[in-house]
């Protein structure tokens, strides 16, 4: 991508990846004509308001629980300063560079649609931050996720204004430093800005979608770490078949029992029938059942960030009509529907991890796979302990992704003197699939690093030349590029985290 063309309605997936991965100014961002047309439309209207000296919610009033205290046009800009500052409150460890970039380039979008009231001139500071890399350090916590995400939204805003923090280059500088390194000038914000900056969705979007593509990529992995664990068991892939799906046809379990079928196509290492052994654990058996419901989870949490990421989440939003002026308060800027979500997709990541673990334990435990393979896929048992305690650690992981699936999305705490009496929690819904993300990832690498030492030990007694699935040998082959067959205990850590690293080498976009 060369040049994308933000317009407030078409932002799609694939280009938020390509920014938030990209490097700034490739791919570019700019505005359409028609995005710089409704946004002056919008601006003026703020000023015709002003002129009128009508009453209007965070343009001529206070904020929240001031919305009754209005405030002079002389006070206005300062209203709009003083709602950056007083709002840039956040804590916790500040979000990379791919979740800025996200957040920079989304919030952008949803301004170009020209109903929030910002000026052209403040909305392309936006995108030359963006395309020259100078990235606002915006704390990870501090959201409510209504009215949206207020305080790391703050932090954000802070930096146009030339207040703040912002990474330039790798180097961490003051906002006003950063801005001057690359030529630019902070701004200083008229009516509504402030506000329109500052409030809406964009942070807890940024971070799912980023976490929706790596579920969705980590989950083909899930896919093939689990035939692999199947060839390694002398598993069958006939529970796959089919006629099987045919009758409950739910369309995610369908596609994943058609993937399993041609990552083992071709395979040596699946048993045909055998009427002493008709059939397998659920762990492999229910594959397409366990894998496909929680593709469904993220199939949702994708339909839902692509409606989000072309929708306008400030309050309040100006229409214009000819000379019909009308600012409205509502609620879009409620995280509810991102919350559930994003709670929905960690608990299906949360069990797609259960299931990879207990395959974990199947390839470990020699009574359990039926002394296919030797205890803890080692052949010299008590001197060595082999992978036996692989199989904690993947238990650990799961178990924290077992106490973070807890729904922030039941939760609520009012805030603003309880005029803002119902948070969706949004913003901890995406933070927390965040860690739940990184886990599960982590977990099936361990299952990969495992399954590839059980494939090499079945070997050792098959005929030789026998052949791995067309979908499972590449991933086996890319696997011991980086970690080879382990005879006798050695240091497991580096062989881990390069198996880990692969893993998320093969997730990122």
Same mark, same amino acid.
């Given at each position: 991508?060369?040049?994308?063309?933000?317009?407030?309605?078409?932002?799609?997936?694939?280009?938020?990846?390509?920014?938030?991965?990209?490097?700034?100014?490739?791919?570019?961002?700019?505005?359409?004509?028609?995005?710089?047309?409704?946004?002056?439309?919008?601006?003026?209207?703020?000023?015709?308001?002003?002129?009128?000296?009508?009453?209007?919610?965070?343009?001529?009033?206070?904020?929240?629980?001031?919305?009754?205290?209005?405030?002079?046009?002389?006070?206005?800009?300062?209203?709009?300063?003083?709602?950056?500052?007083?709002?840039?409150? *956040?804590?916790?460890? $500040? +979000? %990379?560079?791919?979740?800025?970039?996200?957040?920079?380039?989304? =919030?952008?979008?949803?301004? /170009? &649609?020209?109903?929030?009231?910002?000026?052209?001139?403040?909305?392309?500071?936006?995108?030359?931050?963006?395309?020259?890399?100078?990235?606002?350090?915006?704390?990870?916590?501090?959201?409510?996720?209504?009215?949206?995400?207020?305080?790391?939204?703050?932090?954000?805003?802070?930096?146009?204004?030339?207040?703040?923090?912002?990474?330039?280059?790798?180097?961490?500088?003051?906002?006003?430093?950063?801005?001057?390194?690359?030529?630019?000038?902070?701004?200083?914000?008229?009516?509504?800005?402030?506000?329109?900056?500052?409030?809406?969705?964009?942070?807890?979007?940024?971070?799912?979608?980023?976490?929706?593509?790596?579920?969705?990529?980590?989950?083909?992995?899930?896919?093939?770490?689990?035939?692999?664990?199947?060839?390694?068991?002398? *598993?069958?892939?006939? $529970? +796959? %078949?089919?006629?099987?799906?045919?009758?409950?046809?739910?369309? =995610?379990?369908?596609?994943? /029992? &058609?993937?399993?079928?041609?990552?083992?196509?071709?395979?040596?290492?699946?048993?045909?029938?055998?009427?002493?052994?008709?059939?397998?654990?659920?762990?492999?058996?229910?594959?397409?059942?366990?894998?496909?419901?929680?593709?469904?989870?993220?199939?949702?949490?994708?339909?839902?960030?692509?409606?989000?990421?072309?929708?306008?989440?400030?309050?309040?939003?100006?229409?214009?009509?000819?000379?019909?002026?009308?600012?409205?308060?509502?609620?879009?800027?409620?995280?509810?529907?991102?919350?559930?979500?994003?709670?929905?997709?960690?608990?299906?990541?949360?069990?797609?991890?259960?299931?990879?673990?207990?395959?974990?334990?199947?390839?470990?435990?020699?009574?359990?796979?039926?002394?296919?393979?030797?205890?803890?896929?080692?052949?010299?048992?008590?001197?060595?302990?082999?992978?036996?305690?692989?199989?904690?650690?993947?238990?650990?992981?799961?178990?924290?992704?077992?106490?973070?699936?807890?729904?922030?999305?039941?939760?609520?705490?009012?805030?603003?003197?309880?005029?803002?009496?119902?948070?969706?929690?949004?913003?901890?819904?995406?933070?927390?699939?965040?860690?739940?993300?990184?886990?599960?990832?982590?977990?099936?690498?361990?299952?990969?690093?495992?399954?590839?030492?059980?494939?090499?030990?079945?070997?050792?007694?098959?005929?030789?030349?026998?052949?791995?699935?067309?979908?499972?040998?590449?991933?086996?082959?890319?696997?011991?590029?980086?970690?080879?067959?382990?005879?006798?205990?050695?240091?497991?850590?580096?062989?881990?985290?390069?198996?880990?690293?692969?893993?998320?080498?093969?997730?990122?976009?």
């Amino acid at each position: 991508m060369e040049e994308i063309v933000l317009d407030g309605e078409s932002l799609t997936f694939e280009q938020v990846l390509a920014v938030a991965y990209g490097k700034p100014g490739d791919p570019r961002v700019v505005l359409t004509e028609s995005a710089i047309t409704k946004v002056d439309i919008a601006a003026a209207a703020v000023q015709t308001l002003l002129d009128r000296g009508e009453i209007a919610y965070g343009i001529t009033t206070g904020f929240g629980a001031f919305k009754d205290k209005i405030i002079s046009r002389e006070e206005v800009g300062q209203l709009q300063r003083n709602i950056v500052l007083s709002h840039a409150v *956040g804590v916790g460890k $500040a +979000f %990379d560079v791919p979740t800025t970039r996200a957040i920079m380039l989304i =919030r952008a979008n949803t301004l /170009a &649609r020209g109903h929030s009231g910002i000026r052209n001139e403040t909305l392309h500071l936006i995108l030359d931050c963006l395309n020259t890399g100078v990235h606002p350090i915006i704390p990870e916590k501090g959201s409510l996720g209504a009215s949206g995400d207020l305080a790391p939204l703050a932090h954000f805003a802070c930096v146009l204004i030339g207040e703040g923090e912002a990474e330039l280059n790798g180097e961490i500088l003051a906002g006003s430093e950063a801005l001057s390194r690359v030529g630019l000038k902070p701004i200083v914000l008229a009516a509504k800005e402030g506000l329109a900056l500052t409030n809406g969705t964009t942070i807890m979007t940024a971070v799912g979608l980023l976490e929706t593509a790596k579920a969705l990529r980590t989950a083909d992995l899930a896919d093939i770490a689990g035939c692999m664990s199947l060839e390694a068991l002398n *598993g069958t892939a006939m $529970a +796959f %078949d089919e006629r099987i799906h045919a009758l409950r046809p739910h369309p =995610r379990q369908v596609e994943t /029992a &058609r993937k399993l079928r041609e990552h083992l196509d071709g395979s040596d290492f699946v048993r045909d029938f055998d009427p002493a052994n008709v059939q397998d654990a659920y762990t492999l058996r229910c594959m397409p059942q366990v894998h496909g419901a929680c593709r469904d989870a993220i199939a949702y949490a994708e339909w839902l960030i692509k409606l989000e990421l072309n929708s306008v989440t400030d309050n309040p939003l100006i229409f214009v009509d000819g000379d019909n002026i009308e600012v409205i308060s509502g609620g879009n800027f409620h995280g509810e529907p991102l919350a559930l979500a994003f709670d929905y997709l960690a608990i299906a990541l949360s069990d797609l991890g259960n299931i990879s673990e207990r395959r974990i334990m199947r390839l470990t435990d020699e009574a359990s796979n039926a002394h296919v393979l030797p205890a803890f896929l080692t052949k010299k048992g008590g001197l060595n302990s082999g992978f036996m305690i692989v199989q904690y650690t993947a238990a650990a992981l799961c178990t924290e992704n077992k106490v973070l699936s807890h729904p922030a999305s039941v939760d609520t705490i009012p805030s603003s003197a309880n005029v803002e009496d119902h948070v969706s929690m949004g913003a901890t819904s995406a933070i927390k699939l965040r860690q739940i993300c990184s886990n599960f990832s982590e977990i099936v690498a361990l299952e990969l690093l495992c399954a590839a030492q059980a494939i090499d030990l079945r070997r050792q007694a098959m005929p030789p030349g026998s052949s791995l699935g067309n979908g499972t040998a590449s991933i086996y082959d890319d696997i011991r590029k980086v970690v080879p067959f382990v005879e006798d205990d050695i240091y497991m850590k580096s062989l881990i985290d390069s198996v880990i690293n692969l893993v998320r080498t093969k997730t990122m976009h």
